[in-house]
């Protein structure tokens, strides 16, 4: 079946630093992918998404790349703020099966100032 | 405000207990599931729905029960309470052949 696996953290940066967290993924088919954010106390937003391969998601700052032949969709930001601090989920969609979603085990990133 | 809605936002109930968690979405979704989220695990779905009538069981279906009368509502039934059953669940919704789904803001359950 389809699974998504992610840097385990928590990712501890300081103001301003670059953020990589590492996705890859293990699907059928052509699968969506996406990464989510979850916010202290709050349910899951979609950050970005792509659709097919070589497509680059951005929202925020944050990019990720559809890399078919790496099977990878790692997130990346340039300069994070302390508001970036969150849990940020991996996560791949299965169109032939309703949609399903897929996630990885989420990856917390700590901002400090 | 469009979205989907959670009810209880928190609840405690004794092992051995049932209770309904409720979701509503007026988006005009057609999918539906239910998630529980625990730590270091990520989202596991429980069930999920692609339309009224239609229901289907996903990773961890044992202990819960759905049913889909209508488009907006999807509620998530819990038979006897145990204490695995402790966790954050979601409920979210999707178009069709869209990307992405819409979540709500979860329900706290702690089975004592």
């Known amino acids: 079946g389809d699974s998504v696996t992610q840097m385990e953290g928590p990712v501890t940066l300081s103001e301003e630093a670059f953020l990589t967290i590492n996705c890859t993924y293990t699907?059928?088919?052509?699968?969506?992918l996406f990464w989510y954010v979850q916010y202290p106390g709050e349910g899951l937003q979609l950050l970005l998404k792509?659709?097919?391969?070589?497509d680059k998601g951005s929202n925020k700052g944050f990019e990720a790349t559809y890399r078919k032949e790496t099977t990878s969709f790692h997130l990346e930001k340039g300069s994070v703020q302390v508001s970036d601090s969150a849990v940020y989920f991996c996560?791949?969609?299965?169109?032939?099966?309703?949609?399903?979603?897929?996630f990885g085990g989420g990856t917390r990133v700590l901002v400090k100032p | 405000n469009a979205g989907v809605t959670q009810t209880p936002k928190f609840q405690v109930l004794k092992t051995g207990q049932s209770m309904t968690l409720q979701c509503a979405q007026d988006?005009?979704?057609?999918?539906m599931s239910w998630y529980r989220q625990d730590p270091g695990m990520g989202l596991r779905l429980i069930h999920y729905?692609?339309?009224?009538?239609?229901?289907d069981q996903g990773e961890v279906p044992n202990g819960y029960n759905v049913s889909r009368s209508t488009t907006e509502d999807f509620p998530l039934r819990l038979l006897s309470a145990a204490p695995s059953q402790t966790s954050v669940y979601f409920c979210?919704?999707?178009?069709?052949?869209?990307?992405?789904?819409?979540f709500g803001s979860g329900t706290r359950l702690t089975v004592v």
């Open positions: 979210a919704s999707s178009y069709p052949g869209t990307v992405g789904y819409t």
């Open positions: 699907a059928t088919g052509y699968p969506s």
């Open positions: 792509a659709t097919k391969a070589d």
């Open positions: 996560a791949l969609s299965d169109r032939a099966a309703g949609n399903k979603l897929t």
């Open positions: 988006m005009n979704h057609e999918y």
């Open positions: 729905s692609v339309g009224a009538g239609i229901t």
